[in-house]
């Protein structure tokens, strides 16, 4: 799922941009993704390799985008500021991870799959974490006013991005016939559980 694009010349890159995904995505479980080429890709989507480039810095970045980032910190910012951080990473995530169409769905599953299968690809995304660990501690700091370097601030990010990468670390979710919200409960639960300090007793 992503917003919406509001003009022409917004609706046809983003169709250009789902058709270069989708043919990469075909052609990388037809024929592997080492075996696979950017100008392969660029040939099958009827795109140069140029108009490629201008979408997707690097072969790998088809697989290692997505849209979820941005639609996660939009729905943050829109939770009232008397929310707790962590309670409106949690909310957030509800109301992104919950409106997304069952095609996206499929989507999402083959590219979980294709993380399980490749391991430079899952390292790359384990390693993306940092810039992921960056952009939560901006959101704590907005709604505590802190500072974004502020100890509590990074040790808050921190510990929320140890809930994700536990719970749902890339390619975890594989091998199945369907995907959806469910799949995420355990990493709201998660964070729920870190906001209650992490109880152990039962």
Do not use: C
């Not at 390799?49 to 997505?66: C, G, H, N």
């Not at 390693?127 to 704590?140: G, S």
Request: charged share 25%; no cysteine.
């Amino acid at each position: 799922m992503t917003a919406t694009p509001t003009s022409l010349r917004e609706r046809k890159k983003a169709k250009t941009r789902a058709a270069i995904r989708e043919h990469a995505m075909r052609l990388f479980e037809e024929q592997g993704y080492a075996s696979t080429t950017v100008d392969q890709i660029a040939e099958a989507a009827e795109v140069s390799p140029s108009t490629f480039f201008r979408y997707f810095p690097a072969k790998e970045d088809v697989i290692l985008i997505d849209d979820y980032d941005p639609m996660l910190v939009e729905a943050i910012r829109a939770m009232p500021p008397e929310v707790p951080p962590i309670e409106a990473v949690r909310r957030a995530l509800r109301d992104v991870f919950y409106n997304l169409a069952p095609e996206v769905w499929e989507s999402e599953r083959r590219r979980q799959r294709l993380f399980s299968e490749v391991p430079e690809l899952r390292m790359r995304a384990m390693n993306q974490m940092a810039q992921a660990l960056d952009l939560i501690a901006e959101m704590i700091a907005e709604r505590s006013g802190l500072p974004v370097g502020d100890i509590r601030v990074r040790a808050m990010s921190g510990a929320i991005g140890g809930v994700v990468l536990a719970l749902l670390p890339p390619g975890r979710i594989t091998g199945r016939s369907s995907l959806g919200p469910a799949d995420f409960e355990q990493l709201i639960e998660g964070l729920d559980l870190l906001q209650k300090g992490l109880p152990l007793a039962q």
